[in-house]
């Protein structure tokens, strides 16, 4: 109606061809974090150690995981709640255990936390013990975030010691 | 409606869809990622719906502007607005195939996610539309 001349016309469908790539730009990301939020499960720790330190005068387990994500876009793992099980229950009290920093693990690769699950002085023994017998388990979830999406991350991973 | 005296108008309800289509569908998928981006607000690169809104509401816009009469902006307005749905529709439930769920649990998924993705359609039509009328009315003053 407003575009009878040939040019106005090929300004109108310049418009629109760039709102398109604009629109396709923005959905392509949004469809690959919407993978990821709904695949979060293919999402696992692929390698984990641990071995027995103090820190800050408390006794503890310093934990290192190795999250890998297959989803086609990155996520960012904020903090873990995570315990410490053996085959009779639970040796660490279940605690919100923060990350050094917001790690971002991006699509299709892979990267590693460290954080700390203090033991008290009464179950050292026992968690020496099973992480001797290759017996020790670090559970519970580690939250994430895609883009502003929160998700979480389970944690079941059997423990080798750091350094063999 | 015999065949040999409706033939010359089906070639002409051919050429009339067919531009219909040649303009709704752009348009529409236009306005059906925005409608898509609407649905997702905390997974888009950018916060707000305010530019999920823009992107409908241009949708609707460009119709009459690429179309030279009323009656045919509103053929290919009907054509855009369909289009934007199917468009929402697909890109909200492809994640079920594209991540290979078994069978049953797609089903269940599928029922669930086919109610959860008209939310957006009330937003969708009003931007849609408020775009679409407010182009056909100045452009229809400024041509009087």
Redesign the interface.
């Known amino acids: 109606?407003?575009?009878?001349t040939p040019t106005g016309?090929q300004l109108?469908?310049g418009?629109?061809l760039v709102?398109?790539l604009?629109?396709?730009a923005?959905?392509a990301?949004?469809?690959a974090?919407?993978?990821t939020?709904?695949?979060v499960d293919r999402v696992a720790v692929a390698d984990a150690t641990t071995e027995v330190t103090r820190q800050n005068g408390t006794a503890g387990l310093a934990v290192e995981l190795t999250v890998a994500n297959p989803t086609p876009h990155a996520l960012t793992l904020v903090y873990g709640q995570l315990v410490a099980t053996d085959d009779r229950g639970r040796l660490t009290r279940l605690t919100t255990t923060p990350f050094d920093r917001a790690t971002p693990v991006p699509a299709g690769g892979e990267a590693s936390v460290e954080t700390f699950l203090p033991v008290g002085a009464g179950d050292l023994g026992a968690v020496r013990a099973a992480l001797d017998a290759g017996r020790l388990t670090i559970g519970g979830y580690m939250r994430a975030t895609?883009?502003?999406?929160p998700i979480d991350v389970e944690v079941s991973a059997p423990m080798e010691r750091a350094g063999g | 409606m015999s065949a040999p005296t409706t033939r010359p108008q089906w070639g002409g309800r051919v050429r009339a869809l067919s531009r219909a289509v040649s303009v709704g569908l752009?348009?529409g998928?236009?306005a059906g990622?925005?409608a898509?981006?609407l649905s997702?607000p905390?997974?888009?690169?950018?916060?707000g719906t305010t530019?999920?809104l823009v992107?409908v509401a241009?949708g609707g816009g460009?119709v009459?502007?690429?179309?030279?009469?009323?009656r045919r902006?509103v053929a290919a307005m009907l054509c855009a607005y369909a289009t934007g749905i199917a468009v929402h529709l697909g890109?909200y439930v492809?994640?079920l195939w594209?991540?290979s769920y078994p069978p049953s649990a797609r089903d269940l998924l599928l029922l669930r996610f086919l109610g959860e993705a008209p939310t957006v359609v009330f937003q969708y039509t009003l931007a849609f539309f408020a775009a679409y009328l407010l182009?056909?009315t100045?452009?229809?003053y400024?041509?009087a």
């Open positions: 109606m407003s575009s009878e016309r109108v469908l418009a629109l709102a398109l604009v629109a396709g923005l959905a990301p949004t469809f974090a919407r993978q939020v709904l695949g895609v883009v502003r999406e | 752009p348009s998928v236009l990622l925005g898509f981006l997702q905390s997974l888009t690169p950018v916060a530019l999920p992107l241009l460009f009459p502007l690429l179309t030279d009469r009323l902006s890109a492809a994640p594209v991540l182009v056909v100045i452009s229809g400024l041509s």
